[in-house]
Nanobody
């Protein structure tokens, strides 16, 4: 079992920045990647970004490219999501997830463990 704990959410004005963190209780060699997803009220959960532990390759949703940056600290088993130029439409609960094995990085069902989520609210 893996526990994921997110932190760093909050209230920010449009144009501002936030940094989310996700600490994993443990990591094995089969833990291929980590991802961030978000879910706004009344909407489906959507992919935001993903990063591989080995090599650090990344993937982003088109809606956040150029504004969000995902990074990882292998020694701390921690993944970060730096969010800049935030927009009102970025408001959502943000979830961290751990992916084991193969499969697409932007599909939520490919992830095996999930954090409890952290609220990000962007005001106009």
């Amino acid at each position: 079992q893996v526990q994921l704990v997110e932190s760093g959410g909050g209230l920010v004005q449009a144009g501002g920045s936030l940094r989310l963190s996700c600490a994993a209780s443990r990591r094995t060699f089969t833990n291929d990647a980590m991802g961030w997803f978000r879910q706004a009220p009344g909407k489906e959960r959507e992919f935001v970004a993903a990063i591989r532990w080995s090599g650090g390759s990344t993937a982003y949703a088109d809606s956040v490219k150029g504004r969000f940056t995902i990074s990882r600290d292998n020694a701390k088993n921690t993944v970060y999501l730096q969010m800049n130029s935030l927009k009102v439409e970025d408001t959502a609960v943000y979830y961290c997830a751990a992916k084991y094995g193969s499969g697409r990085y932007d599909v939520a069902t490919r992830y095996d463990y999930w954090g409890q989520g952290t609220q990000v609210t962007v005001s106009s």
